[in-house]
């Protein structure tokens, strides 16, 4: 191992990322696992501090919360993994303490920003340090690295995948139910996909940007362009009574048929297209004091609405066999995997849209 390792960050510029060098992670607990990563994502949340100028000249924010590796030095307290075995590191790790509590997003259990945020380097990096191991990180059956599919179908477990099945499920989704899933980024792509495995009888999937759309529809969603007409009239042509679930996966930065920002138009458009007594499940961010979502409405027609920020670790027992059996392959919406170096390209190419998922290979 060397000393320094490659590590994509932010200087305070938004829409400007830089590929730099970073100390070599150590083991500083017993409990620690580092993880040479093979495979890391850019996703859509990378892009909410990609926009902003994130970091300073002399903090960087680095970037990356969705890696697979595998071990290569583990703590002299580590129990249960090995060097060699192949883990999925989930955006959100372990705190390693019992508590009553329930599980919760927690900022400083998480990957990417400066060193002085209290969060973990970021993930798009060569190397990672993993606090409480045993705990927080997603042994995956990978014997090497060949087979790319395979590697690329468990690496989302740590997020996106994890995210779209939530939000399946946060909705009350059950089989045969018809669902709406509003936006096709990875996210959504991810549960028009989850929905479609899980026995939904039809899915919708709302988005304007073509390639996405296609992609939807190749894996068997109904497409929706919202820039050719009011979504919700057109799945209500097709549902008349609505549909029984909704999902969100865009948030704050929604844009309208103008394509201006419209924050909450999406929720909106969940509980005008949702059928009474149906369900919306949320994995879009959104920030508070959003005033735009019609309670009387949902009140009205008894629509349950759940979400929230998911933690990979409570559904990877669901999503990893289904990936082992051959039955989940969400590696579908990888349009490319580029070297480390490519960083800076790539993220102004899914920043405009350009790129579906984007996968930084070592």
Same mark, same amino acid.
């Given at each position: ?25 150590? $083991? ?69 303490? +019992? ?5 919760? @997003? ?35 059956? $990978? ?5 790319? /599919?395979?590697?690329?179908? +468990? %690496?989302?477990?740590?997020?996106? @995948? ?26 959504? %792509?991810?549960?028009? +996909? ?24 190749? *894996? ?14 057109? *799945?209500?042509? $097709? ?8 999902? &969100? ?5 929604? *844009? ?25 499940? *949320? ?38 066999? %289904?990936?082992? /059996? ?15 170096? &490519? ?9 405009? %849209? ?9």
């Amino acid at each position: 191992m060397g000393s320094f390792i490659r590590a994509v960050a932010q200087f305070g510029t938004a829409l400007n990322v830089s590929v730099i060098d970073q100390p070599m992670p150590t $083991l500083l607990n017993s409990t620690d696992v580092i993880v040479r990563i093979n495979a890391s994502g850019i996703c859509g949340s990378d892009l909410h501090n990609y926009r902003t100028e994130s970091g300073s000249a002399g903090l960087p924010y680095t970037h990356g919360h969705e890696a697979i590796g595998h071990v290569v030095e583990v703590g002299d307290a580590v129990q249960f993994l090995s060097v060699g075995d192949y883990v999925v590191i989930p955006d959100n790790l372990d705190n390693g303490h +019992y508590t009553q509590e329930p599980d919760t @997003f927690i900022p400083s259990l998480t990957f990417g920003g400066t060193n002085d945020s209290g969060s973990f380097p970021g993930l798009q990096t060569e190397y990672a340090r993993i606090p409480f191991g045993d705990n927080s990180l997603i042994p995956v059956p $990978l014997s090497d690295t060949s087979n790319t /599919s395979s590697v690329l179908d +468990y %690496l989302f477990v740590g997020d996106i @995948f994890s995210t779209g099945w939530s939000g399946v499920t946060f909705s009350g989704f059950e089989p045969g139910d018809t669902v709406a899933v509003f936006g096709a980024g990875p996210v959504g %792509l991810l549960a028009a +996909y989850s929905a479609i495995i899980r026995g939904a009888s039809r899915v919708y999937s709302v988005d304007h940007v073509p390639d996405r759309l296609s992609l939807a529809e190749s *894996i068997g969603a109904i497409p929706i362009n919202f820039n050719e007409s009011d979504p919700v009239e057109q *799945i209500l042509a $097709l549902e008349p009574n609505g549909v029984r679930r909704g999902v &969100e996966a865009v948030g704050y930065e929604a *844009i309208n048929a103008t394509g201006e920002v419209d924050a909450g138009i999406t929720l909106l458009q969940l509980l005008n297209v949702t059928a009474l007594g149906g369900g919306v499940g *949320i994995v879009g961010l959104f920030n508070q004091g959003l005033q735009r979502f019609d309670i009387g409405q949902a009140f009205s027609k008894r629509v349950s609405v759940d979400g929230g920020v998911v933690l990979p670790l409570q559904v990877a027992s669901e999503l990893v066999p %289904l990936i082992e /059996s051959g039955v989940a392959h969400p590696s579908f919406i990888v349009s490319s995997v580029i070297d480390i170096e &490519e960083a800076p390209e790539y993220y102004t190419r899914f920043n405009n %849209l350009e790129e579906t998922k984007v996968v930084i290979g070592f």
